[in-house]
């Protein structure tokens, strides 16, 4: 792959990958583990699916049994090791999701596990999954989300700006914790997203909040 400017939302993985699956499990309680299983909750023939920005792969793994092939992509190759070391049986591909190597309509199903916030043009990503989905296929997205309830939303504003952004400074990691704050905070959350998808070809979609809108689950028609 020819090496270009390496995205903020990679590099951040790369410095973290053999501790990713431990840190993500110890702040998120397992939570994340969770709505993982709801990501893929229904999904009964998903045929051939891309788990898109696998990082340590725990998505494709989860569906590797009712799935003709899973394969695996992400930009961050010390995130692909461990998800190799962990999956030898899956196939893992270092690419960026927003040129991928993959031919027009491959994919069955797309699954990106709190990858698309990270992505630095999510309508050029967008497209590019649309490019490589077959037509009736599906992608799901899991992504982190502001609850819309005005005291939650507030609550969880709050924690972000006075709690997760000290911090990352206290800690010499406030290149970090900004960008997962500014990616929370930009990201075109609900009908935003559903929007967006239409526009580069989707049918349409829908989404599920979680946990009173702490995450939610997209789906998306191809
Ligand atoms: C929060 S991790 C999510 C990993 C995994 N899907 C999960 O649910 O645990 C985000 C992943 O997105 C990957 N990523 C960020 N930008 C990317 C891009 N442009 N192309 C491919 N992968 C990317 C990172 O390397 C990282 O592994």
Known sequence: MKEKRQPVGVEIFNRIADKYDSISGFLSLGIIRRWQRELVKGLEEPGLVLD???????????????????VGLDYSLPMLKVAKRKYPQLFFVRGDALSTPFPDKTFDTVLISLGLRH???????????????????QVRILEVSIPRN????????????????????????????????ETIVNFPHYE??????????????SFRPLMGGMATIYSLNG
């Open 192 to 205: 935003k997203l559903i929007e967006l998808a239409r526009e580069v070809g989707f049918k349409g979609g």
């Open 52 to 70: 898109l920005a696998c990082g340590t792969g725990d998505v494709g793994a989860l569906v590797q049994e009712k799935a003709k092939e899973v």
């Open 119 to 137: 992505f630095e043009k999510p309508k050029e990503s967008l497209e590019e999954i649309r490019r490589i989905l077959k037509d009736g296929g």
């Open 150 to 181: 005005p005291v939650l939303k507030k609550a969880f504003l709050t924690f972000l700006k006075r709690v997760m952004l000290p911090l990352g400074k206290l800690r010499s990691k406030a290149d970090v914790t900004r960008h997962l704050y």
